[in-house]
T-cell receptor, first 112, second 111 residues
Framework: RKEVEQDPGPFNVPEGATVAFNCTYSNSASQSFFWYRQDCRKEPKLLMSVYSSGNEDGRFTAQLNRASQYISLLIRDSKLSDSATYLCVVQGDTGSARQLTFGSGTQLTVLP | DGGITQSPKYLFRKEGQNVTLSCEQNLNHDAMYWYRQDPGQGLRLIYYSQIVNDFQKGDIAEGYSVSREKKESFPLTVTSAQKNPTAFYLC??????????FGPGTRLTVL
């Protein structure tokens, strides 16, 4: 089983749609969680951290379910510019600088 | 501007050559990382460094070497021992909360 699993997609949605991605992780000791966005042939860019209480940033909402070991990203009112690959990232034990594990990404295309 | 720079953007290597990828940051981050990304795959950790003059192997360190002589710089050498080096190489630096920020990457192609 992969440490971090994501549905690779692609998700093709019309502009204005709401779309949700899920990500599961295998290490129950994981401490920190992030969503990164990666455009084609570009570097990943931090979209948002994911907190236990859930957090929202404009049209983006991230949720964490520790009991079921998954995190989610909800995008409301999709824009063409949201088309990208979304990477789920999980950090292991606190105090370690290295233990970030990246999912393979979920590809989103927002259609006009 | 604060950030992470990588050079070159594109690099071509002949069989048997060593090549060095540059990574510089002015974010005053202690931690720096090198990752490799292959098409359709997640990032894989090559090496990381938490402090100057110290670094540790990641998951796929074979065929690579690094140095950390300055806080701002963390160059990666891809040696001839790396049998399949064609990939997208990403350098990152990490803040105290372990959030990582990436440079623009170097695309290495073996001719």
């Amino acid at each position: 089983r992969k440490e971090v699993e994501q549905d690779p997609g692609p998700f093709n949605v019309p502009e204005g749609a709401t779309v949700a991605f899920n990500c599961t992780y295998s290490n129950s000791a994981s401490q920190s969680f992030f969503w990164y966005r990666q455009d084609c042939r570009k570097e990943p860019k931090l979209l948002m951290s994911v907190y236990s209480s859930g957090n929202e940033d404009g049209r983006f909402t991230a949720q964490l379910n520790r009991a079921s070991q998954y995190i989610s990203l909800l995008i409301r009112d999709s824009k063409l510019s949201d088309s990208a690959t979304y990477l789920c990232v999980v950090q292991g034990d606190t105090g370690s600088a290295r233990q970030l594990t990246f999912g393979s990404g979920t590809q989103l295309t927002v259609l006009p | 501007d604060g950030g992470i720079t990588q050079s070159p953007k594109y690099l071509f290597r002949k069989e048997g050559q060593n090549v060095t990828l540059s990574c510089e940051q002015n974010l005053n981050h202690d931690a720096m990382y090198w990752y490799r990304q292959d098409p359709g795959q997640g990032l894989r950790l090559i090496y990381y460094s938490q402090i100057v003059n110290d670094f540790q192997k990641g998951d796929i360190a074979e065929g690579y070497s690094v140095s950390r002589e300055k806080k701002e710089s963390f160059p990666l050498t891809v040696t001839s021992a790396q049998k399949n080096p064609t990939a997208f190489y990403l350098c990152a630096s990490g803040d105290r909360l372990y959030t990582q920020y990436f440079g623009p990457g170097t695309r290495l192609t073996v001719l």
